[in-house]
């Protein structure tokens, strides 16, 4: 059975005392992942990961990944996508490496089994009337049997009270299926993402756009030449793109100093393939487009390489600061996976709701000052320990760790012009 505390330990300084607060969703069956009319998954489904770091009763990092899955017969491809990771600046010790804590939770969440999501999966749709089940509430149940349920539930308490198995999928795959791996990201500095006005902390440290991507492609290299994770064989290789940027500059300047193999270019498809191949991610200026180009009928006419020459025009990349679009693909190495937690140690949410209610004790408060980190921790350290989980405090085992020094977030001129290398 795998913890995450363990894993963490060896990302954290000797002896100081942190507390880990992982939160897992409920694994969803979704109506499509790639655009929904060539789809050719026999299922689809997707769950998510949040992760928030205290220390001194102060939260001081979070990391948000949702992980997709596109179930074949003998084969499933797994998508991560690393939506947010954010700092606020409110961490007393300066031998925290936040590149080693995301290294870390990305290769703990590369070694969870599929097998882990699917054998839960909260179905698209429900037919209650064959289930004949008495302890739900759908939208046709009659106030007063689904009062008398809901007080049933506050008596019992969260412990007492369960979803029957019935009203879930359980998705079988044979024993010797492939797992491809692909983990996807765009980089991009902002004041914050997941901490409201932590960017008016003047002790909160950003990178520039072009230190940004530098810091991610070491983290998701050092997970390519794994071998622990990947099988290194012609289709283990990690992909980079700049849009707006020429080739040869961003090999020269961000690509040949990487020990695995990499290239420049998009992970989903070939340049002259249609965008059919490229998924919807959850607040991504790459869906942003495509949605765009579905409301505008323009959709089935763009090619790959079309959308990459049009998207540089779009807000997110035109603001005079590097915006960096990383993949890195592989054959998953499953002798290394494991399908079992520690379940004394995170939370399991057992609704989409209870996810993003535990999450918005983190995203929801403001950063300003102190105060919003202290106020964060309390609020997950009630629930975790309301949820009897009471393994969540790691203390460092790393004796290495240097200070990292951060400069700060590049100034955004929107008058600058940025010119392509000739």
């Given at each position: ?79 991560i996508f690393v939506s947010k990771a954010d700092t606020n600046g409110y961490l007393d010790i300066k ?75 359980n998705i079988q795959i044979d024993g010797d299926y492939e797992l491809l791996t692909n983990i996807s ?238």
């Amino acid at each position: 059975m795998a913890s995450l505390q363990e894993f963490l330990k060896e990302a954290l300084p000797e002896n100081e005392t942190f507390e880990v607060f992982h939160l897992v969703s409920p694994t969803r069956e979704i109506k499509g992942f790639k655009y929904r009319k060539h789809n050719q998954s026999d299922f689809v489904a997707k769950a998510s990961h949040f992760l928030a770091i205290a220390h001194n009763n102060k939260v001081f990092f979070a990391i948000d990944i949702n992980v997709y899955f596109e179930v074949l017969k003998n084969k499933i491809e797994r998508t991560i996508f690393v939506s947010k990771a954010d700092t606020n600046g409110y961490l007393d010790i300066k031998t925290v490496k936040i590149s080693s804590i995301v290294e870390i939770f990305l290769r703990f969440i590369c070694k969870i089994s599929p097998l882990y999501y699917l054998k839960k999966v909260i179905p698209l749709s429900r037919n209650y009337k064959r289930l004949k089940l008495s302890n739900v509430i759908t939208k046709k149940t009659k106030t007063k049997i689904g009062l008398r349920e809901l007080s049933r539930r506050a008596v019992a308490g969260k412990q007492g009270y369960s979803i029957v198995e019935e009203t879930y999928k359980n998705i079988q795959i044979d024993g010797d299926y492939e797992l491809l791996t692909n983990i996807s990201m765009f980089t991009r500095p902002e004041p914050h993402y997941l901490f409201t006005d932590s960017g008016k902390n003047p002790n909160k440290h950003c990178l520039q756009g072009d230190k940004l991507l530098k810091w991610w492609l070491r983290i998701v290299d050092n997970l390519l030449i794994d071998d622990l994770l990947f099988k290194h064989n012609s289709y283990c290789q990690g992909v980079v793109s700049i849009p707006g940027e020429e080739s040869a500059f961003i090999t020269s300047r961000y690509v040949k100093s990487l020990a695995g193999s990499w290239s420049v270019g998009f992970l989903y498809g070939n340049p002259s393939d249609s965008l059919f191949k490229i998924p919807f991610f959850n607040d991504d200026p790459k869906t942003r487009f495509l949605r765009d180009l579905i409301d505008e009928d323009k959709y089935e006419k763009y090619s790959i390489e079309k959308f990459w020459v049009d998207i540089e025009v779009r807000q997110e990349f035109r603001a005079g600061v590097v915006v960096g679009v990383i993949g890195i693909k592989g054959l998953s190495n499953q002798n290394a996976l494991f399908t079992n937690l520690a379940d004394d140690s995170f939370i399991q949410c057992i609704s989409k709701q209870e996810y993003k209610r535990y999450k918005s004790y983190v995203v929801g408060e403001e950063y300003e000052s102190e105060e919003g980190a202290c106020d964060s921790r309390d609020n997950l350290y009630h629930q975790w320990t309301l949820n009897n989980k009471k393994n969540f405090t790691v203390i460092g085992k790393n004796t290495n760790l240097a200070k990292t020094v951060l400069k700060e977030t590049q100034k955004v001129n929107t008058l600058t012009i940025r010119k392509k290398t000739r």
